[in-house]
């Protein structure tokens, strides 16, 4: 019977994943800090940029605890400071940013990865009142086995005098919101999942 490398490593993976000894669900985390979002409506004029787009960044002041190796029974833990870059939903009328996993960029560590969902709320609109709810998928190879948590967090972004948004809309239909100066960071309440 012939594997090819890649299934072999897909079968060590889900193998190591199951050998690895997970710890509980912490209940102590430190909220997950939004460091900076902007959102961003085009005229719809002809000639002109045409997409719509919400772009965030998030930075996990946690340091994460993924298990106990079964090789040497050493604990295996991520630093403080994952951080989701440039997290972007970029979508073109007609389309939607709902139903779809944006993805983020990560600082080139290898600690997994994180996704962002734009949730569609009551009377609210993709780019000045919706949810944002983050994930992170928190990784960690340590001798051969797999170590992995997953964690998400959302929180409400709006306009308004009690929102959490700023900006303006020019005589073109062009409108452009981001995270009020005194709303920086943004505490997003996260939990394991």
Same mark, same amino acid.
């Given at each position: 019977m012939y594997f090819?490398?890649?299934t072999l490593l897909s079968i060590l993976a889900a193998a190591s994943l199951t050998a690895a000894n997970p710890t509980e669900k912490r209940a102590d985390l430190q909220n997950w800090q939004l460091e900076s979002l902007s959102t961003?409506?085009? !005229?719809?004029?002809p000639g002109n940029y045409p997409w719509l787009?919400?772009?965030? *960044?998030v930075n996990d002041p946690n340091e994460l605890t993924l298990g106990t190796s079964g090789s040497d029974n050493s604990t295996v833990k991520l630093p403080v400071g994952g951080k989701a870059?440039?997290?972007q939903?970029?979508?073109? !009328?007609?389309d939607s940013a709902y139903g779809h996993r944006w993805p983020c960029?990560? *600082?080139g560590a290898t600690d997994g990865y994180w996704f962002m969902d734009v949730v569609e709320v009551s009377g609210g609109s993709p780019t000045n009142n919706f949810d944002l709810k983050f994930t992170r998928v928190a990784q960690q190879l340590y001798r051969g086995e797999l170590f992995e948590k997953?964690?998400?967090?959302?929180?409400?972004f709006g306009l308004g005098a009690d929102g959490n948004l700023a900006g303006s809309c020019g005589g073109s239909g062009v409108c452009n919101w981001g995270l009020k100066e005194e709303k920086t960071p943004f505490p997003i309440q996260q939990?394991?999942?």
């Open positions: 090819t490398s890649n961003h409506s085009p !005229s719809g004029r787009t919400v772009t965030a *960044t870059l440039n997290c939903a970029k979508w073109i !009328s007609p960029d990560n *600082t997953k964690y998400e967090g959302q929180a409400h939990k394991e999942i």
